[in-house]
């Protein structure tokens, strides 16, 4: 019998390897992006792309991942998964022209979707006892809230040693051990019967809908706000959008079922997500590029600075969130983590041009690190509380998913803000440092409404709980 404990909890570990994998990924980039940029000819605004091609394709197919694990058995799925992410990784890291780069990315966020939308349902197969679950999905939430901190040192030491491309390949070894090892302990599970029908064209649809947004957003500066080419993707991305939410009407197994948005909390947990993820994925990306282009950071310093932030977002995942919770039900620490954000990134809207870590920066980046640590597991448990307990994978998938087109889609616009702003005061005759700092205060500045909106949807429209009914929602969700 222990032997097939410890096969499980062996197995537990691979797939929170492979979950690693695809976390790591989500934040190594934003330290080496300064360097791609330089290495690659990006511009301030189509450097977005790096980030946005993942997270909009991550975003797309998080819904139908989960839903092609239920159906065709989510060992499956996983292994499929790994290969697509791992092969896309060796093409990010083989890449040399702006647009390889982009579209192995963009692959890249496919793979990771998968992988991450049947990993959780792997651990519950594997844990079917309470307490053993409980201990499973608290290690899975660890590696998936603590693997970030990994990610930014990772991305420092591998861009200053070696170079950006590395940050990829080093997915390659760990991809491949990965697959070896699934294949020899995971259980082959089969997957549902009854109907197989799968909804890609809503995935398609409403990726696409949202990639023409933000090729918008992201080309504005360039061919100007009223121009036909930008109002033309616009309008075709609010045509893909209607498309997207006819499909969903229609179809038997919708991807997202529309009646979920009539609940008050999870439509509001939704809105309140894009809003966090937008301020947050910006000021990462931004903060970045501050570091190195205006205080001259090298890589490993830059994700040495993001460090505090990540230490405490790891924390915040691994009880004191849960802890709140279950304190002050679910939206006082919600709206508090949505306050800090906003506190945060207004530190950060008047960074000067000489800025001092410790003065500067430091300070902004604990209020940021606390905001989103306390805030992300009161969204995913509010959009939960609303549904049966049936449809609670689905409701957090729907968060999750809002989470990064959110933030996708908040990073274009302050990206573009950004660029738009330092341009606008180099024609004022700003040096060129200033006119840099100029447009990341601007964009910090929004950021900062952006958590404002948030935490006041949040604090108006999520419903309070019964005292009582928390205990039953607090068992411990993974992002």
């Not at 259980?187 to 890609?200: I, K, L, Y």
């Not at 310093?301 to 915040?316: K, N, R, T």
């Not at 906003?342 to 500067?360: E, H, S, W, Y």
């Not at 108006?460 to 929602?473: D, T």
Request: glycine share 14%; charged share 10%; aromatic share 8%.
């Amino acid at each position: 019998m222990s032997h097939g404990i410890d096969r499980r909890w062996l197995a537990l570990l691979i797939v929170c390897l492979g979950t690693l994998m695809i976390v790591l990924d989500a934040t190594i980039v934003n330290v080496a992006l300064p360097s791609i940029r330089e290495d690659l000819g990006f511009s301030q605004t189509s450097l977005a792309w790096v980030v946005n091609a993942y997270l909009l394709t991550f975003g797309g197919f998080l819904l139908l991942g989960g839903r092609l694990g239920d159906l065709f058995g989510h060992r499956r799925l996983f292994l499929i998964g790994i290969v697509a992410f791992t092969l896309a990784s060796l093409a990010c890291g083989l890449a040399n022209s702006q647009g390889f780069l982009i579209a192995a990315r963009a692959v890249q966020g496919v793979g990771g979707a998968v992988v991450s939308a049947v990993a959780l349902s792997i651990v519950m197969t594997l844990f079917t006892e309470t307490g053993e679950r409980a201990k499973a999905m608290g290690v899975y939430g660890f590696v998936a809230s603590g693997g970030g901190t990994v990610g930014v040192l990772a991305g420092g030491v591998l861009t200053d040693t070696l170079s950006w491309h590395w940050i990829f390949l080093v997915n390659v070894p760990i991809g491949v051990a990965v697959y070896a090892l699934c294949a020899a302990l995971l259980p082959a599970g089969e997957g549902a019967a009854g109907s197989r029908r799968v909804d890609v064209a809503g995935a398609v649809t409403v990726t696409a809908s949202l990639m023409l947004a933000v090729y918008a957003i992201v080309n504005g500066n360039q061919y100007g706000w009223t121009s036909g080419r930008t109002l033309g993707f616009l309008a075709g991305g609010v045509a893909l959008l209607a498309v997207f939410l006819a499909i969903e009407a229609r179809v038997s197994a919708p991807l997202v079922p529309l009646g979920l948005f009539r609940l008050r909390n999870v439509s509001s947990a939704n809105a309140a997500a894009v809003l966090l993820a937008g301020s947050m994925f910006a000021w990462f990306f931004l903060s970045a590029q501050y570091l190195q282009f205006v205080l001259g950071y090298s890589p490993l310093e830059v994700g040495l600075g993001f460090l505090p932030a990540s230490l405490i977002m790891g924390a915040f995942s691994l009880g004191l969130s849960a802890k709140l919770v279950m304190r002050f039900g679910i939206r006082p620490p919600l709206v508090a983590g949505m306050l800090f954000m906003a506190a945060g990134l207004l530190l950060f809207a008047r960074v000067p041009v000489d800025g001092n870590f410790i003065v500067d920066v430091l300070p902004g980046t604990v209020l940021l690190g606390i905001g989103a640590g306390m805030g992300f597991n009161p969204l995913l448990l509010a959009a939960m509380s609303d549904v049966e307990p049936s449809e609670s994978g689905l409701a957090s998938g729907v968060v999750n998913t809002a989470f990064m087109m959110g933030g996708a889609l908040g990073l274009a616009v302050l990206a573009s803000l950004a660029a738009s702003r330092t341009d606008h005061l180099l024609s004022t005759g700003d040096g060129r440092l200033a006119a840099l700092t100029g447009g990341y205060h601007a964009s910090f500045l929004v950021g900062a409404l952006f958590a404002l909106a948030g935490a006041a949807l949040g604090g108006s429209l999520i419903r309070v709980e019964r005292p009582g009914e928390m205990h039953a929602e607090s068992e411990p969700a993974a992002p």
